[in-house]
């Protein structure tokens, strides 16, 4: 049972013992979801296992295969099912943080265990239906005598009934998630079709033709379906082979050696997931990977508080006009960083990211893994961090620590506690961390002979890495923001100190990137919808200065022309409702804030909510989202568009009726739009605002609108 505040649960339970002395040839067995909804079919035919998905009376997922191949055994063929047991729950659990405070946990259960003629082997496979879609995962509770063994492949299928419109990135390519999205047919992934679409793949071509997940399509009839997987622990990321069909298959990433997971008695895998919705709005309010987690295990939770900060990053990211290591323009010098206190506590900010205050950044970090080694408890001289944290202590700001590692795994790890013990003793409650490696199969692993690995950035060297990592902050009380991550897995659920992560090209691309490669005006209506099915994410949102922002370099200021964000300020506010983390940045420079009277409403925006509604949206055109504040009863409305203008009706029936409303609303001019007036930016009042009404958002090219609902009774 979860440990979070349930409020009710109904478990009932029914056990059929169901013994059998042959194969069930040509057995079938059926769960429907809660709602009826969806429909699980299981098959053994043959001694094969598979499973299919229909939604609505229609097949969505063909039958497909299951299996687990080992290099000791394998349960793919001769399967007999041995057992059956049915479960349904129907429960509610709290969320330390969130999109929304309680979360209703209400599916079906069918626990199948099989053996092999091959073995004496038993497999359990458990699926669990909810109604908006399906996880199942492989267990191996004892193997005998084999205590150790290792996974050479997972013989998951997902047989999609219709080659659909999907949205994807590569995998076994060198920036892991920070691509752009490409949009064909199931049948049309390939990298070459990448390449021609969005960004020449260069380099060596490893690893087969793959996708990253969440992986997410839509059929003709708007049923909209993503692929993903929960509670990734122990275990190799899951991406998703093409091979030129509709059909898709679960790719491991390996070890250097072609080993895909090293297993220890027993065996549990991530849950794999099939979310389904009858519309991409109804998609992105999925809680299944939530729900397949397992409950919060930190006992003191007090300490996690969800909040914004500043930070001395986009001077280097986005203007150009500091540097992470030493000389003249270096960024994080005291002086410096206590201005941006002084500017943090003006403004009741949370909390202020400091990058480039330790030592490391001088040499060649960047981007092979072979650089100079990070300290991560060694301030740099230019940063005297005794000085600094007695002065942001005295503000009333939280330092928000910064470790970025160049994928040097065995000097960070050796260094971990001594790291989070000094952010513990120095009241620094958040990290960032980084690791920045644009090569591909290139993390680098010395094993105790002293010889040298490559390792992937999401195989399962890279996954227990990750894993050491949160839960050894987690025992120092600190939160982690991660950039360049492991795939966020719904682990925020039992880890909640688990804050957020990158896992997407983010605003950076927007900062260093000219403008003809930086991130379009659709890449934020396509992420709600892929990306953010796992959130939260750390997007840092917020930029004002949307043009004419970065120098040529340090040394040289002087205007670089080639540069010019895809945004509007008010879609820069609209992201603070769209993208969700309970930790959110304001990116830009203090000076592009003061006095400006948009800031406001980045001042007032929340990072912690009771409630969310995706009101509307279409893959890679628009969204509107709302949400309600936990700590008060406003709301906020954000909307945002791609490169088409258009004009969005939405009810405000998600107010409350009992109440009327006060909108302050931030949008642009109506001949705006992120290429001619991107820096304008209109404020008006409506008074007297009901659940009842229709609201028209008129959203230019590129453009967002940004609202506020104040109560007034």
């Known amino acids: 049972m979860d440990k979070n505040k349930i409020i009710a649960a109904i478990i009932v339970i029914f056990i059929i013992a169901l013994t059998f002395s042959e194969n069930l040839s040509n057995n079938e067995l059926s769960i429907s979801s809660p709602n009826k909804t969806l429909k699980l079919n299981i098959y053994n035919e043959n001694g094969l296992l598979s499973y299919s998905l229909d939604k609505n009376n229609k097949t969505i997922i063909n039958p497909s295969l299951l299996g687990i191949e080992t290099d000791q055994f394998k349960l793919i063929s001769n399967l007999k099912i041995s057992n059956i047991e049915k479960s349904s729950i129907n429960q509610e659990w709290n969320q330390i943080w969130g999109e929304q405070k309680t979360i209703i946990d209400n599916h079906n259960e069918v626990k199948i265990t099989l053996s092999s003629n091959d073995n004496n082997i038993n497999m359990i496979v458990r699926f669990r239906l909810f109604n908006d879609g399906l996880g199942f995962r492989y267990e191996i509770p004892n193997s005998g005598e084999i205590k150790n063994y290792n996974i050479m492949d997972e013989i998951t299928e997902f047989n999609f009934a219709q080659d659909s419109k999907s949205w994807w990135i590569p995998a076994y390519a060198y920036r892991r998630y920070e691509f752009l999205y490409a949009n064909t047919l199931i049948s049309e992934i390939s990298r070459d079709k990448f390449s021609e679409l969005v960004e020449y793949l260069h380099g060596d071509r490893i690893g087969p033709e793959a996708v990253q997940t969440p992986f997410t399509v839509q059929r003709d009839d708007g049923i909209t379906i993503a692929i993903h997987e929960a509670n990734l622990t122990n275990y190799s990321s899951m991406t998703l082979m093409a091979d030129g069909t509709k059909n898709m298959k679960c790719d491991l990433i390996p070890w250097s050696d072609g080993i895909k997971v090293r297993v220890k008695n027993p065996l549990i895998t991530p849950w794999r997931t099939i979310i389904v919705g009858d519309s991409p709005s109804e998609l992105a309010m999925s809680t299944l990977t939530l729900n397949l987690n397992e409950p919060n295990k930190l006992k003191d939770t007090d300490w996690i508080k969800p909040g914004k900060y500043i930070g001395l990053w986009w001077e280097m990211i986005g203007t150009n006009q500091s540097t992470w290591g030493s000389g003249p323009n270096h960024g994080a010098k005291t002086d410096r960083v206590l201005e941006y206190i002084d500017f943090g506590s003006k403004y009741n900010f949370d909390g202020l990211l400091v990058e480039g205050w330790n030592t490391g950044w001088d040499e060649n970090w960047c981007c092979t893994g072979e650089g100079e080694s990070f300290g991560f408890y060694h301030p740099h001289p230019d940063f005297d961090h005794k000085k600094v944290s007695k002065y942001a202590s005295e503000k009333g700001i939280r330092i928000v620590g910064h470790h970025e590692t160049g994928t040097q795994i065995q000097n960070y790890e050796s260094q ?35 010889n040298i690995h490559k390792e992937w950035h999401h195989g399962q060297y890279m996954v227990e890495h990750f894993r050491k990592v949160l839960e050894t902050s987690a025992k120092y009380q600190v939160g982690i923001v991660v950039h360049e991550p492991i795939k966020d897995t719904g682990l925020r659920r039992t880890f909640p100190n688990m804050l957020s992560r990158e896992g997407a090209r983010g605003q950076e691309f927007n900062g260093f990137m000219p403008k003809d490669y930086n991130n379009k005006p659709n890449h934020t209506t396509i992420i709600p919808f892929t990306r953010l099915l796992s959130s939260p994410m750390d997007y840092t949102p917020g930029i004002f200065n949307l043009k004419d922002y970065r120098y040529h ?38 000076q592009n804030y003061e006095g400006h009277p948009a800031f406001q409403f980045i001042l007032d925006v929340p990072v912690d909510w009771e409630k969310t509604h995706i009101l509307n949206g279409e893959i890679g055109q628009y969204i509107t989202t709302a949400r309600k504040d936990i700590n008060s009863d406003d709301w906020y409305l954000g909307s945002i568009t791609n490169e088409d203008a258009r004009d969005i009706e939405i009810k405000l029936s998600f107010l409350d009726p009992y109440k009327t409303y006060n909108a302050t609303i931030y949008k642009d001019p109506s ?43």
């Not at 895809?566 to 420079?589: G, N, W």
């Not at 705006?672 to 609201?695: A, C, R």
């Open 671 to 713: 001949d705006g739009g992120w290429e001619t007036k991107p820096e304008e930016i209109i404020i008006k009042e409506l008074k007297g605002i009901s659940y009842n009404q229709y609201y028209k958002i008129k959203l230019p090219k590129g453009g967002g609108q940004a609202i506020r609902f104040s109560p007034i009774n």
């Open 553 to 590: 370099s340090p040394d040289n200021r002087t205007i670089n022309t080639e540069h010019h964000i895809p945004s509007t300020i008010a879609k820069e506010l609209a992201l603070y409702v769209i993208i969700y983390a309970p930790v959110q940045m304001a990116a830009d420079l203090p």
């Open 416 to 450: 971990m506690d001594s790291a989070f013990s000094y952010c513990q003793e120095n009241g620094i409650r958040v990290v960032k961390t980084g690791y920045v490696n644009d090569g591909s199969q290139n993390i680098k692993r010395i094993d105790q002979d002293g």
